[in-house]
């Protein structure tokens, strides 16, 4: 792929991707690249969508495995300064979709607004969450979307309404866009009420977590009307592994990579969890991880 001369700057080959993801596994992009603006955004899709190299987004790496080959195409990382900032407008707050998820809860709690404090302690960026429709106590992120601001694949920008991004469970239509920003429509509430609230979710939810472990990811969506945690206790699955990886014994809703882990481990584990799961109850366990 030959990249103008204004790009060039922009642009880093064979770098390692493993650094950046939670499992801390799998190898280079052929070609990354992290734009300052949204500008440098939309040059880099024109110039891949015209020369047919594919391009994938990254945020902060909390849901994705990648293989050990690598990616044969562009990666652009959208959680650089450019995609970070958080504004307030009355009871409207537009985010980078590079800020941290947890940044951004944290800022509308203090600012006295509510619907987003159920999400704090989810990992990851704002852009991820939106594009995968994190939720949490029965509540995903799309019911506080207002609208959505995406460069779409021919590097025009285009900004979508709550209906348009397509919300349903734990997916949208937003997938392979790179998201720019998201304005939430939020509630005014007590500043104090909200930051109890938020500060009781946070410390339930790191209970749940094995803190102990660096290299983690939750592989599976929960499914309607059971957390994939119950689901996989009552299949006995908890503590099942493979290789170097395994599902926590005490919080199966967790993958955990050790030393020497790899992304065909992770995968046999994912198959041989998803097989059993439905042999024993004919549900079908869909994948939180986005495989690259």
Same mark, same amino acid.
Request: charged letters at 20%; proline letters at 4%.
């Given at each position: ?56 987004? =990254? *945020? +902060? ?9 690598? #990616?044969? /195409?562009? $990666?652009?990382?959208? &959680?650089? @300064? ?30 006295? =607004? *509510? +619907? ?9 960026? #704002?852009? /991820?969450? $939106?594009?995968?429709? &994190?939720? @949490? ?156």
């Amino acid at each position: 792929m030959d990249f103008p001369e204004d790009l060039m700057h922009l642009i880093r080959t064979d770098e390692p991707l493993g650094p950046l993801a939670w499992l801390g596994i799998g190898g280079p992009a052929r070609f990354f690249a992290e734009p300052m603006n949204t500008t440098e955004v939309q040059r880099l899709v024109t110039v891949a969508q015209e020369q047919g190299v594919a391009v994938r987004i =990254l *945020g +902060g790496g909390s849901n994705i495995l990648v293989r050990e080959a690598g #990616v044969n /195409g562009l $990666v652009i990382s959208l &959680a650089g @300064a450019m995609s970070n900032e958080i504004v307030i407008e009355e009871t409207k707050m537009t985010v980078g979709a590079g800020a941290k998820l947890s940044h951004a809860v944290i800022k509308s709690v203090g600012a006295g =607004l *509510g +619907g987003l404090e159920h999400l704090v302690g989810i990992p990851g960026t #704002v852009g /991820g969450a $939106v594009v995968g429709n &994190a939720s @949490a106590g029965g509540r995903d992120i799309g019911s506080a979307v207002s609208t959505v601001t995406v460069v779409e694949k021919n590097g025009s920008i285009r900004t979508m309404t709550q209906q348009e991004a397509g919300f349903s469970h734990r997916k949208t239509s937003l997938g392979g866009l790179a998201v720019l920003d998201v304005t939430f429509q939020l509630d005014t509430r007590d500043v104090a009420a909200l930051t109890k609230r938020m500060q009781k979710l946070w410390i339930s939810r790191n209970a749940v977590r094995p803190t102990e472990e660096p290299r983690i990811a939750m592989p599976f969506v929960d499914p309607d009307g059971m957390p994939a945690k119950e689901l996989l206790q009552t299949v006995g699955l908890a503590g099942i592994s493979e290789g170097e990886v395994a599902l926590d014994s005490q919080h199966p809703q967790f993958m955990i990579a050790r030393s020497g882990a790899t992304s065909e481990q992770c995968l046999r584990l994912i198959e041989r969890v998803r097989e059993q799961v439905s042999l024993q109850t004919g549900i079908d366990l869909q994948l939180n991880l986005q495989i690259w």
